[in-house]
């Protein structure tokens, strides 16, 4: 139900991709293409939730280490899988490479592909910043853009386009954030090679860095902290991280402040850089036709430059979610955003492929009682998080009463919770046994389909190896959701759906929250 | 045996109305075309890096075969595919059929010029994908009650859709672009003509415009061209042809758009304070009579958005206190008959800097000096400049059509927007584009044109500086006035 002009998709003269709501392309027109994004209509009906997503909008993180709080108890332990021949070619593609100071490169191989993309992460940084530094890493990650100390300024940037590339700055979870560059096989090493030595030297440290170029960098940082803010999404998702997630580092603000972006200068995001900025920080994914043991050879002397800046970072344990209403008044919005976190099974558990079984089904329940007989919302769908302390979320956009949708999702909650699931006849309702091998194609149809580019291959082991693990999960997911039964499913959604805590936040008018304040 | 005979009869039936092209014919490696006799296009794009296929049907169709009256079906239409039947369970048995199936994703579209069904899933269910499609497309009869519930459905949305910027933004500037036609800009149309449509009138519509020769499938993915041109067949060779609905063209916009220069604000709620846009826009050439100038627009704003380019250091050196890191853009819009260009930069907004003179600094730096010397001087850009230009239309074709769901969603825009053949043979045309080609672009298209310059701008900084605004000559667009039915 998309009801307007789509931007065409090629021949593009801006050169970036439209930028994403947590990316901004870093090669000019970041803001012109994000207001031509603004204006597209979400998909009520089509489902691109419930795999482990590559694109949720702010996934909350859950538990500080050393709070005392306990991690949620995972409800099923890892079990033995048999590998299928198709993830043994994929696992076979794939290799990964201590590069020095500790940071990590992960390369799949993908002969033929006329594109390779690359992530450079920086991992772990957001519970370290203290006060005022607030977004002060992430700036200086984009500003990698402005290529290293004694570059010509605008080179690296030019070289990118030249070469057919492009270049985005990405919020890849409260883990991580990431440079995200994409340009053919052969150009992709050099240009990753010099954002690679850019982060030991980077021209934005350098005495002769311009003011300008500082300025420009940061207003469209600055930009886009502001347009979040009129995010009901986003609203609601700060919303849920400030109140249930208060103590947990991750509530810190790695993107910045509105406040804190007017207040950094280039000494202060410099000083960041070097105090915080060490190679055990770093991840590298690369997905394309590309040589993992070259591509170590040509970024291992960066790393040797940077060096180290202290111990690896440890990936964040879980913490169960607590049951919460969080009303957030946003005057003006069109309808209610409403977000319903819960926390999920560890993601090397096969809990977590049945739960992404269980939310495709939730989908379409969602959909049915939200916009089936009755039109309550514009759209309602289902994520699931691929962090180390993985949550998964109910989102509802649009809803003309913030109380009735509400009901909706409980409704539906409880559906699934009681072992239903819509009939694949179209008589309603019916146990969802039956309907189990359906939605297990349908959740790995969306699983590919999450990873169809290299761009997209390179954001699922980049957020991989963000959450500790080695850069495999996105393949033997595929295995895992095969191996789902509907027992599996059963006993999952009733606690899932039923008696796991759940934390809403809503975002809406006054009057829409009214009814649920009393 | 009698069963079997006629079951192979039939199936030769089937087959018959497909004339194969063979792969090689249509230049684009993995990228296989065929017709149906029923007028029916099938294009099958191979690529089997993941188990998944794409099934996307397009139609020529959507605004720009409104009029007036019915302003808004299509979308109303687009709907009622989704919104079910008695027989299928209503839109319970179609979610029930996506689940049945595996679609990961589906979704239908309706803008200026096409309207377009699609889905992601399994590739070992193309198929059943095929004749999900088939089974909704099929003339059918709308019962009363769907129709009820998809009016208030799109009614609802088409509401909420207008209230955003965006929709304001792009409803003000179609009504001064398109000021002829401006329903055949408008997907959306109005709610008197959704509100009022009948069963009849929906008929007209499927009639008309929801028929095989008016339309195309595309299928892309881990696919046999070969099995997927026999499930077109089996699945659609029964779908009946109807009149070309654009035997008899549309009359095209006229352009210039505007008679004179036009100037335009928007208070922008969806733009910080301190930031505003100034955009001159134009109609463009259209790909359904003028095809040849589009690549010379596509290699235009190609050449001009190189970020270290001579357009670019000299619009930001003559307009002050642009914003951001590269804040000037062009973009051509290639569309069948409403194409616009769009040459648009970001600024500071300056208390000490009146936004009026910086719209008007910023059409003469551009159009008056740069747009005037890029025309009159060989030297603008040189042969390297060209080559780099043809190197970034390139890159970001490549970028486009990376995999097979990109790939398949492109060609059913260019399929729709122009031809299967546009698409195939864009490469070779755009290499034979030089600089005679931009500058009868440059001067056809910008120098003998007229545009429309808007502002957007934060409504707070927009109250600042209203009065010299409209001394200016800007007229104040607001959801009241945006729209072509409007005031």
Known sequence: MILFEKKKMSFDSSGPSIAGRRGAALLGAAFFALILAAGCASNPRGGTSARPEARQDRPVDVAKPGSGQQPAPSIEQPKPVPMSPWLQAALASLSKKDLPGGAHLVVRRTPGRPLAAAELCIVGQAGSLQSGEDGAIALGLALLSRGKAGDKPGSLVHSIIAAGGKLEFKELSYD?????????????????????????????????????????????????????????????????????????????????????????????????????????????????????????????????????????????????????????????????????????????????????????????????????????????YTRLSFAAAPSASIIVTRAASAQAAKAGVERSLAIVAGGSCLALDGSGYAPLAAAVGSYKSRTLARLYAGGESAAEMAEYLARDLAAGGDGSLWFRLADRINAVKAEDVLRLARTSFGSTPKAWAIAAPPELLAPLSK | MKRTILAVLCAFALLLPIVPLAADETGYPGLYRYKLDNGLELYVYRDNSLPIARVEICFRAGAMAQTPDTAGLFHLYEHLVFGGDASSGGSAGVKAALATIGAAEWNGGTSAERVDYWLTLPSSKVAEGLQFWADRLRPADFSPADLEAAKSVVSAEVKAYEATPEAIYQAAMDKRLFAKYPWRRDPAGTDAAIKAATPEAMATIRDGWFIPNNAAIIVGGDVDPETVRAEVASAFAGWKPGPDPWAKPNPPHPRPGVVRPTWMVYPDTSLPEGVALVEMRYRAPDLGTDPKASYAADLWTALVADPAGRFKAAVMKGVPKLYGVDPVSAYYLSQREGGTLSISAYFSIDPSLPAASRAQVFKETARGIEITTMRSSPSYFSAADYEAARERLEGARRLSLETASAFVSSLAWWWAEASGDYFIGYDSALAKTGPADVNAFIDSYILRNLEVIALRMNPADYERDKKGLAAAGFATVNQANAYWWQK
């Open chain 1, 176 to 380: 991580a954030i990431a440079l995200e560059l994409v340009a053919p096989p052969a150009a992709l090493p050099g240009l990753l090679s010099a954002l690679a030595n850019a982060l030991a030297d980077p021209a934005f440290a350098s005495p002769s860095f311009s003011q300008a170029e500082f300025d420009a960098v940061m207003k469209d940082f600055r930009i886009r902290r502001l347009r979040e803010s009129r995010d009901p999404g986003l609203r609601a998702s700060d919303r849920l991280r400030s109140d249930i997630y208060r103590d947990h580092p991750y509530a810190g603000q790695p993107l910045g402040t509105e406040e804190s972006l007017l207040s950094l200068t280039c000494a202060q995001v410099a000083a960041s850089w070097k105090a915080r900025v060490g190679a055990e920080s770093i991840a590298i994914s690369v997905v394309g036709d590309l040589d993992a043991e070259a591509l170590a050879a040509v970024l291992a002397p960066a790393f040797e430059g940077l060096g180290t800046r202290g111990p690896a970072p440890v990936p964040a344990p879980a913490l169960p979610i607590k049951d919460a209403l969080l009303l957030e008044p946003m005057p003006g919005a069109q309808g209610a955003y409403i977000r319903v976190d819960f926390s999920a099974p560890d993601r090397a558990s096969q809990d977590y492929a049945v739960l992404s079984v269980a939310l495709a089904m939730l989908d379409d329940v969602l959909m049915e009682e939200l916009r089936g007989r009755e039109i309550l919302a514009y759209g309602a």
